[in-house]
Nanobody, 119 residues
Framework: QVQLVESGGGLVQPGGSLRLSCAAS????????MAWYRQAPGKERELVAS???????TYGNSVQGRFTISRDFIRNMVYLHMNSLKPEDTAVYYC?????????????WGRGTQVTVSS
């Protein structure tokens, strides 16, 4: 069984910084990519950033230059470093992973962590 567990969310003032972490655990053969998505109330879930094992890191237009995604390949973790946070960054942030298990390849989601940017 695969688990993605996020941590690091919370309340932060506009202009502040926050770091989210996500740990993938279970019988994982290969991690093809990990990513962060977010969903604000009344809006669709959107890509924040993705980082493949091989390939180019991608950022959503609204976070380009402010957020940085990184991975710890040994510990199967992904991080999202968020700087210059704005109220419109308020959302539930979800960890996402494209994994190969013994049963095949599939995409998995964490349960999400709330980020609130407010003064």
């Amino acid at each position: 069984q695969v688990q993605l567990v996020e941590s690091g969310g919370g309340l932060v003032q506009p202009g502040g910084s926050l770091r989210l972490s996500c740990a993938a655990s279970g019988s994982i053969f290969v991690i093809h990519a990990m990513a962060w998505y977010r969903q604000a109330p009344g809006k669709e879930r959107e890509l924040v950033a993705s980082i493949p094992t091989r390939g180019t890191t991608t950022y959503g237009n609204s976070v380009q230059g402010r957020f940085t995604i990184s991975r710890d390949f040994i510990r199967n973790m992904v991080y999202l470093h968020m700087n210059s946070l704005k109220p419109e960054d308020t959302a539930v942030y979800y960890c996402n992973a494209d994994l190969l298990l013994s049963s095949g390849r599939n995409v998995y989601w964490g349960r999400g962590t709330q980020v609130t940017v407010s003064s």
